[in-house]
């Protein structure tokens, strides 16, 4: 299911200091009024994100380079802000009210 948003990381219920997580901002109405192409996908169960680079050669002919990132959690341009905090933030605020630090960005 890409595009959709998951709590991904295997090592789930490990203490783990950092954690990253991503979240894909949909296309805006100018920019595909521009023309501009959505170079991004996510797969969300895996935590993976695939950007898409639209290239020319020195041919001239047009390729694509795809390159793909991992994080412990990805959320796709729809998935709500509900989803986001449940999967990543939710746990850093419960252990924040038990003494312990933690940030959010």
């Known amino acids: 299911e890409w595009e959709g948003g998951f709590n991904s990381n295997p090592m789930d219920g490990v203490d783990m200091r950092i954690r990253v997580a991503v979240r894909k901002r949909p296309i805006s109405k100018k920019e595909e009024d521009m023309g501009e192409i959505d170079v991004l996908q996510v797969h969300g169960s895996k935590g993976l994100v695939f950007v898409h680079q639209p290239k020319t050669r020195v041919?001239?002919?047009?390729?694509?380079?795809?390159g793909m990132f991992r994080f412990d959690n990805g959320f796709g341009a729809f998935c709500g802000n509900k989803e986001v905090y449940e999967c990543s933030v939710k746990g850093v605020v419960g252990r924040v009210w038990e003494g312990c630090r933690g940030s959010v960005f």
């Open 59 to 66: 041919d001239l002919s047009l390729t694509v380079e795809s």
